[in-house]
């Protein structure tokens, strides 16, 4: 066999491997994949500049609702680790006292 047919017998059969009729049924290539989910993109922008409103984000919470949880986690585990946390991360807050109290109880 000469050098020149393997390899152009080679080329083809990397290029069957490489076609898109390889796929399995219903799949598509990654760059149709691609393209489509920009079209979707795109028809999304434009129908929020039609009606004029921003896309629905929720609201932010409030902080002292977060930190608030954060101490009633940390009493109701009531470890050490737990009060030791909570201070670390909320150290000038309100609870901070009850959890050094909490802390203080647990070490006698």
Same mark, same amino acid.
Request: aromatic fraction near 4%; hydrophobic fraction near 40%.
């Given at each position: 066999?000469?050098?020149?047919?393997?390899?152009?017998?080679?080329?083809?059969?990397?290029?069957?491997?490489?076609?898109?009729?390889?796929?399995?049924?219903?799949?598509?290539?990654?760059?149709?994949?691609?393209?489509?989910?920009?079209?979707?993109?795109?028809?999304?922008?434009?129908?929020?500049?039609? *009606?004029?409103? #921003?896309?629905?984000?929720?609201? $932010? !919470?409030?902080?002292?609702?977060?930190?608030? %949880?954060?101490?009633? &986690? /940390?009493?109701?585990?009531? *470890?050490?680790? #737990?009060?030791?946390?909570?201070? $670390? !991360?909320?150290?000038?807050?309100?609870?901070? %006292?009850?959890?050094? &109290? /909490?802390?203080?109880?647990?070490?006698?």
């Amino acid at each position: 066999m000469k050098l020149g047919s393997f390899s152009t017998g080679l080329i083809g059969v990397l290029a069957v491997l490489a076609g898109p009729d390889h796929l399995p049924f219903g799949e598509q290539s990654v760059m149709v994949g691609k393209a489509r989910a920009d079209d979707v993109a795109k028809e999304n922008v434009t129908e929020t500049a039609k *009606t004029g409103r #921003a896309p629905a984000m929720p609201m $932010a !919470r409030d902080p002292s609702v977060a930190v608030t %949880e954060e101490y009633e &986690a /940390a009493r109701r585990t009531g *470890t050490r680790e #737990a009060f030791e946390l909570f201070i $670390a !991360r909320h150290g000038d807050d309100p609870l901070a %006292e009850q959890a050094r &109290a /909490a802390l203080k109880r647990l070490s006698r």
